[in-house]
């Protein structure tokens, strides 16, 4: 490889540019006037191969290389040398494919820069490519100035050695493994602070954040069954409640009931009382229209309607007292029935038992008196006999016969004693059936008293019915609350349940800035003011908004400004102000065409999703031209065509930018945050409106309890 040619622009005394060549590949030589600028081209050869020491080239700096220092209108310059590489064997590397090798630097504005066959390069790259071909331009023999021959005869051993060496080209490879253990001693060190850092400041901080992994996995596990145990807890506790309620529901309308009879006594009487009412008005508008003489005989049958009335109220009250005496005292009277019941069959029991047991004596005494008659026999015979052994012998039977009339004197005892037992239990049982007719007897009286009650309560409530306060519809009002109550404490379950895992994303939290702020300027976060129509659609949507979801929209960018600068969120947030913000809108024959071309395969993000107008600009913004496509093949041909170049989104979440980047790749998470925040949104407007019916029943149950109250009220100041 050899210089071919050398074009010279700007650099010292060559204004215009400037072609010299071509060069032999051996020898050359450039001669000609003092002045003419034969120096300049050395310089230019030295200055386009990457000399560092400018005095060489006979500058102090930069600028001075271009022509008249840049004032006379040039403030550029340039050196291009051409290099014949037409002999592949000394081709630098890199470059065995070019037959000519084209290096040029240029200065512009005080700095310096390389082009390698058209393509900048750097200076290392310059000198990688000199250096394949052992060229040195920094070495200090490579340029022999005139005068330094002398010099270079005078020369040491030594040094004519590492002349010959540059020459040769070996030194490069020294000052390559000069600068390489340089190098190695550097990375070295680097790699012994490395480890330093390893063996002293990471592995411990490794194995302590270990063993926080290894505590939070244990405190993860135990939070789980913690959870859980919770859970079962919970369960039981409401399944307790559940039957404690249902327990207190049976003694409710057991009061109730009770309390229903009561007013149907009540109201009987104040039916009564507004008859009498009725007939004294009636009575004041004949006196209106009579003489003196029926005057004072209406006075006189209207102190007997009152005193009709106030028998009426005792009536009433002694009424309402014997209907509970005769409860308690019937219950009483069955008390006492079971325990003579009772006592009436062990009564007949002990009898029989009495019974068998002077069977058994009277049975046991006619056994002994015939023993005994048998014994008295034997004694006698013994007694007509002789001798001393008969005397004996007549002793013991004399002996056992008197015991046998003892035990015979004992079992006649014991079964007079007996027989007196039986006689007082017949007694007894006499009484007790006696008793027990006549208990029957006065039971059978209160019955029919009682029937005779039931009858007046059956007739009683059937003159109720016939009134405007119906306690019926009271009892129907409360079981409406009651259930209402119930399914109240079963959507705020589930949204507290949802609250707990993704109360940070669903929830918008901030302090007022300034006194009586009005927080209805804080819309909430993005992914609360919309609704989607198909679930199926929420993946492509989630990953489509990304972060954008959790923007918090505000009203104006006053507002937006307020909060920020007062701090009123406890962790960084975007907000969105609707006065603001502003997104390109895709015009409706783009639109157009690509539904005409993919159908129901691609839509707009916008048709997915629903949300009130005035949220409009915060829409177009996070979702704005965006089309969610069925497969990832339309996506392309929407998202890289030209004609068309809008970013899509396929079902699975992977993005499609116009500008060539794609994003992707993971699975999708099952847990979407877009259905919990519809799950969320439905849980709170059922909460609204079972909180609403609630509000309203009991409006209603009020003013049935006003009403009862007022008519009580009336009644008793007809009374007074």
């Known amino acids: 490889m050899f210089i071919k040619e050398i074009i010279i622009d700007g650099f010292k005394s060559y204004q215009y540019k400037t072609s010299v060549g071509p060069f032999d590949r051996y020898f050359n030589a450039i001669t000609g006037l003092n002045g003419s600028g034969k120096s300049n081209i050395l310089d230019a050869i030295c200055f386009v191969l990457g000399m560092t020491t400018l005095s060489n080239v006979r500058a102090a700096n930069l600028q001075e290389l271009i022509y008249k220092y840049g004032n006379a209108g040039i403030a550029k310059a340039s050196v ?20 000519e090798v084209t290096v040029t630097r240029t200065i512009y504005q005080g700095k310096s820069k390389y082009y390698l066959n058209g393509y900048t390069a750097t200076q290392d790259n310059i000198k990688s490519v000199y250096h394949s071909v052992q060229l040195n331009i920094n070495n200090p023999h490579f340029l022999i100035m005139q005068g330094k021959v002398t010099q270079v005869v005078n020369m040491k051993p030594i040094e004519i050695l590492g002349l010959l060496e540059e020459a040769a080209g070996t030194s490069i490879y020294e000052m390559k493994k000069e600068s390489s253990i340089k190098v190695i001693k550097k990375k070295n060190n680097k790699l012994e602070e490395i480890n330093k850092i390893l063996s002293e400041e990471i592995s411990p901080q490794l194995e302590k954040l270990i063993k926080d992994k290894e505590n939070f996995m244990t405190w993860k596990a135990r939070e789980g069954e913690i959870d859980k145990l919770f ?29 229903n009879d009561l007013r149907v006594g009540i109201n009987e009487l104040v039916y009564k009382v507004e008859q009498v009412i009725k007939k004294i008005i009636a009575g004041e508008d004949k006196i209106n229209n009579s003489d003196n003489a029926r005057i004072k005989e209406s006075e006189l049958k209207l102190k007997d309607a009152r005193n009709k009335v106030k028998e009426l109220t005792h009536e009433r009250e002694n009424i309402i007292k014997t209907i509970e005496g005769s409860k308690k005292e019937i219950n009483k009277i069955e008390q006492k029935i079971n325990k003579n019941e009772i006592s009436y069959e062990n009564s007949e029991k002990q009898k029989k038992d009495l019974a068998s047991t002077v069977e058994i004596l009277e049975k046991e005494l006619d056994s002994k008196t015939a023993f005994l008659k048998e014994m008295e026999r034997t004694l006698e015979n013994i007694n007509q006999g002789k001798g001393g052994d008969l005397s004996k012998e007549s002793h013991n039977f004399q002996k056992q016969i008197n015991e046998i009339k003892n035990n015979i004197n004992n079992h006649k005892g014991e079964s007079k004693n007996l027989k007196n037992q039986n006689t007082f239990l017949e007694e007894e049982i006499n009484k007790k059936k006696n008793y027990l007719s006549e208990f029957k007897k006065s039971t059978n009286d209160n019955k029919k008293n009682s029937s005779s009650i039931e009858k007046q309560i059956e007739k009683l409530s059937k003159e109720l019915e016939s009134l405007e306060f119906n306690p019926s519809k009271n009892d129907q009002i409360q079981r409406e609350i009651q259930d209402k109550e119930l399914e109240l404490k079963k959507f705020e379950t589930k949204q507290n349940e949802i609250l707990n895992q993704h109360s940070w994303k669903l929830e ?18 993005v992914i609360k003011l919309f609704t989607i129509e198909n679930e199926r659609f929420a993946t492509a949507l989630e990953f489509l908004a990304g972060a954008k979801l959790y ?5 104006n960018d006053n507002t937006s400004r307020l909060l920020l600068q007062r701090k009123c969120f406890d962790s960084k947030v975007f907000i969105i102000p609707l006065n603001k913000i502003t997104s390109k809108q895709m015009s409706e024959n783009q639109m157009k065409a690509i539904y005409d071309t993919f159908g129901n395969e691609a839509k707009l993000a916008l048709d997915l999703i629903k949300y009130d ?33 809008y970013r899509c989104v396929n079902m699975e979440g992977d993005i499609f930018e116009p500008q060539g980047t794609m994003s992707g790749g993971s699975y999708a998470n099952k847990d979407n945050i877009i259905i919990k925040a519809q799950e969320l949104n439905f849980f ?21 309890n006003d009403t009862s109250k007022n008519n009580n009220n009336y009644n008793l100041y007809l009374l007074i």
């Open 80 to 99: 291009t040398v051409v290099f014949d590489n037409s002999d592949k064997k000394t081709s630098p590397i890199g470059c065995e494919a070019y037959d």
């Open 231 to 259: 859970k079962y807890v919970t369960a039981n506790e409401y399944m307790e409640c559940l039957s404690h309620i249902n327990g207190k529901n049976d003694e409710l309308v057991q009061l109730k009931s009770q309390e």
């Open 508 to 525: 918008t939290s901030f302090r007022d800035p300034e006194n009586h702020f009005d927080r209805s300027k804080v819309k909430g976060k």
């Open 551 to 555: 923007n918090v929209v505000v009203d």
């Open 613 to 645: 107008k005035k949220y409009e600009p915060a829409m177009q913004y996070i979702f704005g031209s965006t089309f969610v496509c069925s497969t990832t093949e339309i996506c392309k041909r929407i998202t890289f065509n030209k004609s068309m170049g």
């Open 684 to 704: 709170q407007s059922k909460i609204q409106e079972i909180k609403l019916t609630i509000v309203n029943l009991k409006n209603q149950l009020g003013e049935i």
